[in-house]
């Protein structure tokens, strides 16, 4: 059976899975979303024995219909390799009742690696179907997490390129140095004299113009997104809750179709909507549960059916859910609203003129699946701290959020249900503000020596990401104003390589 895409802007959109990941965002500006959720018609028992890929490919070729079995199967074995530093890919571990899964073994120890070390292939497949013969440029503006992670995965990818545009002073020292040290003939990696929103203005201004569009086509290249809605990113996250759920029942953790709790720290709504899209597929799943930091914009939402981004953002030690804007929460509002696109465009009507928008009772009573939960900077430490106190086991901070929600859970409401916590990136890439947590940072010792004592706190070797970028050379030098982008971006398309 074939699945087909459409918009939630326009229902009348009808897109194969490769259309929907080439072009990222429907013209309308909606979200591409399947017709409808697959079930995942295989049984416990089967899955409970496979590998993370074969998992992989059972899920995925129930949402990528239109990719050959060799074709989807050549892109997971090239995603999941040795790339990622376990086996398993995604392990559990069980701590004080829960179990973590771990989503930050890939290349840059945080849970975006798994999506994006599978994105650039979907994408070149996706292009070999659909007759496009342009090289694939990715363009991208990062805060940080984001574009390392796109690096990583695009990184001598045959037929793609991909530049990243950063803020110059608006990363971390580690960040920037995993960046400007990336390998890859064709990466490119510039700063950015601005902010961050500096850079996302010129990368829209350059998907905007489409004279150098035509110039870039004639020389034989297509810009693409590789950011967090486009369909390709969300697929390859729904694998993992499938993956963890078997584990349980292979384990012997949970009974055979036991429900489970899931709780996810959350920014843009993308890793929570995987867990809804899998818990539609048939996972027996009970309550998602979206952690969020002080930018509680989710956590009001659920509460009150209103979503508010009018309100101060504020900077906290879970950079990544810094976020008022969670783009892929459409998808679920399309959803509760009977996929009714006139519903969907109204709403973001008013998010865009006026920041915000409120959902009707009838929506707001489809979202019994969910529960809104959020912590302090204060608490979210804390649970750090605990954690690490009573078992050994070190989590970040964004992994710290969620956590610590999920004891507010238990004890508000006495559900002893067994609990899944997505644990999103390494302690290693927050290295700061978890040995702070721990109460074990002294400001004057530099990030690479707190490194080493994490790892003797934690009895966890140095992640390979992190002892590589000690040494590592930098490759990368270009730094531009802003008013330069363009130029930037035609000077490494049609002159490098040469
Ligand atoms: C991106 C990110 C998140 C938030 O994920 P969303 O899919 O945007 O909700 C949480 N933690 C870490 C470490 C991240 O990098």
Do not use: W
């Not at 070729?61 to 199967?73: I, M």
């Not at 009977?338 to 009507?349: G, V």
């Not at 865009?352 to 809104?372: C, H, N, Q, S, V």
């Amino acid at each position: 059976m074939d699945l087909f895409y459409k918009s939630t802007r326009n229902s009348q959109v009808h897109v194969t899975a490769s259309q929907a990941i080439l072009q990222g965002l429907s013209e309308d500006g909606g979200l591409f979303v399947p017709e409808k959720i697959p079930a995942l018609d295989v049984s416990v028992e089967e899955l409970s024995g496979m590998s993370y890929q074969e998992t992989a490919y059972a899920v995925m070729r129930r949402f990528l219909t239109d990719f050959t079995e060799e074709e989807l199967k050549d892109c997971i074995a090239k995603a999941y390799d040795e790339k990622f530093d376990v086996p398993e890919i995604a392990p559990l571990v069980k701590a004080e009742g829960a179990y973590y899964l771990e989503l930050f073994h890939g290349a840059t120890i945080a849970f975006k690696d798994m999506a994006l070390s599978i994105l650039p292939h979907l994408m070149t497949v996706s292009a070999k179907k659909n007759q496009v013969h342009e090289e694939i440029v990715i363009l991208t503006a990062t805060s940080g997490d984001t574009g390392k992670a796109a690096l990583a995965g695009f990184a001598d990818v045959p037929g793609t390129r991909i530049i990243v545009f950063y803020p110059k002073d608006g990363v971390s020292p580690i960040q920037e140095k995993q960046m400007v040290t990336q390998k890859g003939n064709n990466t490119f990696v510039v700063g950015i004299r601005g902010n961050f929103d500096d850079a996302q203005s010129g990368v829209k201004a350059i998907f905007g113009d489409s004279a150098l569009k035509k110039e870039l086509k004639a020389a034989g290249f297509q810009f693409s997104s590789a950011n967090s809605i486009n369909i390709g990113r969300l697929v390859p996250q729904i694998v993992y809750y499938v993956y963890a759920y078997a584990r349980l029942c292979a384990d012997g953790e949970v009974e055979k179709n036991e429900p489970v709790n899931v709780v996810v720290p959350t920014g843009n709504f993308g890793n929570i909507l995987a867990a809804y899209y899998a818990k539609q597929m048939g996972l027996p799943i009970r309550k998602l549960i979206c952690a969020s930091n002080d930018n509680k914009v989710l956590y009001d939402f659920f509460q009150t059916g209103c979503y508010d981004r009018n309100r101060e953002f504020k900077l906290t030690s879970s950079p990544s859910m810094d976020i008022l804007i969670s783009s892929n929460l459409e998808r679920l509002i399309y959803q509760i609203a009977d996929q009714s696109d006139e519903m969907d465009r109204s709403l973001m009507k008013d998010l865009a003129e006026k920041g915000r928008y409120e959902i009707t009772p009838a929506m707001e009573e489809r979202l019994g699946d969910f529960y809104g939960g959020y912590s302090e900077e204060a608490e979210a430490a804390e649970s750090i701290r605990s954690l690490y106190q009573s078992v050994g086991y070190v989590i970040d901070t964004h992994t710290a959020v969620a956590s610590s929600v999920y004891q507010k859970y238990r004890r508000e409401t006495k559900d002893s249900t067994k609990t899944v916590i997505a644990s999103t990136a390494s302690p290693f890439k927050f290295t700061r503000s978890v040995m702070e947590a721990a109460g074990r940072a002294s400001e004057s010792v530099d990030d690479f020596a707190l490194v080493d004592e994490l790892s003797r706190l934690s009895g966890v070797e140095v992640p390979k990401a992190v002892e590589e970028i000690r040494e590592a050379e930098v490759l990368h030098h270009t730094v531009v104003d802003p008013a330069q982008m363009k130029e930037t971006v035609k000077k490494f398309l049609l002159q490098t390589g040469e």
